[in-house]
C-alpha cells in the first residue's frame, strides 16, 4: 500500500511539473517574454494613441524590440522608452514611427533611417520630435464610411479597410504637403479678400448696367444669333474658302521656296556691289553729278538722226593701286575747241 501511494505521488509531481512548465511556457509566449540582451532608447513623440507598453518594435517588418513604457511629459509631449537587440545599431538620423499594426486598432513602434547624422546613438539616448511621426487617426476616416459599410459584404469590409490603412500608412508627408498647400491657398484668398471684395462689386455693376440695357444686350444677343445661322448656312464656302486659302499659302510656300537661291545671289552681288562704290565713291559720285548734263548733250545729239557725233576730249586709264584703291592715268586729253571746261 505504501508502494502504491509512493509511485501515485511520483506521477502526479511529474505531471505537475508538466503542466507547470507547459503554462510557464504559455506565459512566455503570449507575454512576448524576450531574453536576448537589449539596450534601452526613448523617443518624443505628440500623440501615442493607440501605443501601449509591450507593443513591438520593428526595423523593416522585422521584430528587434518592444515598447518598456510611456510617460507624459509637462509640456503635453510624450516620452516612449523602448528596447531593442543589442545587435541594433540606431543613430542620431534615426526617425520613430507608428504604425498600424491590424485593422482593430493595433500600433507599433516603427524605426527608420533618416536624413540626420550618421553619428551611433548611445543607448539611453532620446529620439527628439522633429524625428519622430504619430501615427494617422482613421477611425474618423472609417466611420463615415459607415453608410457604405452596411451595403458591403465583411470580406469587402476589411479589404477596404486594409486598402485604406495600406494608402494612407507612411503617406503622412504627402498629406501634410497638401496641407500646406491649401493652408497657403487660403492665406493667400484671404490676404487678398478686398480684391476680391472689389471684383464682385465690379461683377455687381456690370449686372446692373447689363440689366439696365437688357433690350440692348437682348438684340445683340438676338443679331449674334443671326450671325451665327448666317455663317451656318455659308459653312461650305468658308470652307472652301480656307482650303483655297490653305493652297495658296502652300503655292506661296513653294514660290519662296524657289526664289531663295536668286534672291540669296541677288543680295550676295549687291552687297559686293555696294562693296565697289563704297572703295570708288568719290569717282561715283562724280559720275552720278555728271550724268544729268551728259544724257542732255546726249538727247541734243540725237536729233540730228539715227546717229551721234563724239569728240575724244579725255582718254583716262583706271588702274589698281595699293591696297586696292583705284588710279586714274590720263593717257590723252584736250582742254580746248569742244573740250573747253565750262
Do not use: W
Not at 452596411?150 to 503622412?172: H, V, W, Y
Amino acid at each position: 500500500m505504501r508502494g502504491t501511494t509512493k509511485g501515485t505521488l511520483m506521477r502526479l509531481a511529474v505531471y505537475i511539473a508538466v503542466c507547470l512548465s507547459a503554462l510557464a511556457l504559455l506565459f512566455m509566449v503570449l507575454a512576448q517574454f524576450r531574453f536576448e540582451n537589449s539596450k534601452t532608447y526613448n523617443a518624443v513623440f505628440a500623440n501615442v494613441s493607440g501605443l501601449a507598453g509591450g507593443n513591438f518594435v520593428r526595423i523593416a517588418g522585422a521584430e528587434v524590440g518592444k515598447v518598456k513604457s510611456i510617460t507624459l511629459q509637462p509640456d503635453t509631449t510624450v516620452r516612449v522608452e523602448f528596447s531593442v537587440d543589442e545587435s541594433v545599431v540606431l543613430t542620431e538620423g534615426n526617425r520613430a514611427l507608428i504604425r498600424y499594426d491590424d485593422l482593430i486598432g493595433g500600433r507599433y513602434l516603427a524605426l527608420e533611417e533618416g536624413a540626420g547624422g550618421s553619428k551611433r546613438l548611445n543607448p539611453g539616448g532620446t529620439i527628439p520630435l522633429s524625428q519622430t511621426e504619430p501615427a494617422l487617426s482613421l477611425d474618423a476616416l472609417i466611420g463615415s464610411l459607415r453608410p457604405l459599410y452596411r451595403a458591403l459584404e465583411p470580406e469587402q469590409i476589411n479589404e477596404l479597410s486594409s486598402q485604406l490603412i495600406t494608402a494612407f500608412q507612411g503617406q503622412g508627408a504627402t498629406i501634410g504637403s497638401f496641407l500646406t498647400q491649401t493652408a497657403a491657398l487660403t492665406s493667400t484668398l484671404a490676404d487678398r479678400d478686398q480684391l476680391i471684395g472689389q471684383v464682385i462689386v465690379n461683377l455687381n455693376t456690370l449686372l446692373g448696367s447689363l440689366a439696365d440695357q437688357s433690350d440692348q444686350f437682348g438684340t445683340a444677343v438676338d443679331s449674334l444669333s443671326e450671325l451665327v445661322k448666317a455663317l451656318e448656312a455659308r459653312k461650305q464656302d468658308i470652307s472652301n474658302g480656307v482650303a483655297y486659302a490653305k493652297e495658296a499659302a502652300g503655292s506661296i510656300a513653294d514660290l519662296l521656296t524657289q526664289a531663295r537661291p536668286p534672291l540669296e545671289k541677288v543680295v550676295r552681288e549687291a552687297d559686293r556691289t555696294a562693296g565697289n562704290v563704297m572703295a570708288d565713291r568719290d569717282h561715283f559720285d562724280n559720275l552720278l553729278n555728271t550724268l544729268p548734263d551728259a544724257y542732255q548733250l546726249l538727247a541734243r545729239q540725237g536729233l540730228y538722226g539715227d546717229f551721234f557725233s563724239f569728240y575724244l576730249c579725255d582718254v583716262v586709264l583706271k588702274l589698281n593701286g595699293k591696297g586696292g584703291q583705284p588710279v586714274f592715268v590720263k593717257v590723252v586729253g584736250q582742254d580746248t575747241g569742244r573740250c573747253t571746261p565750262r
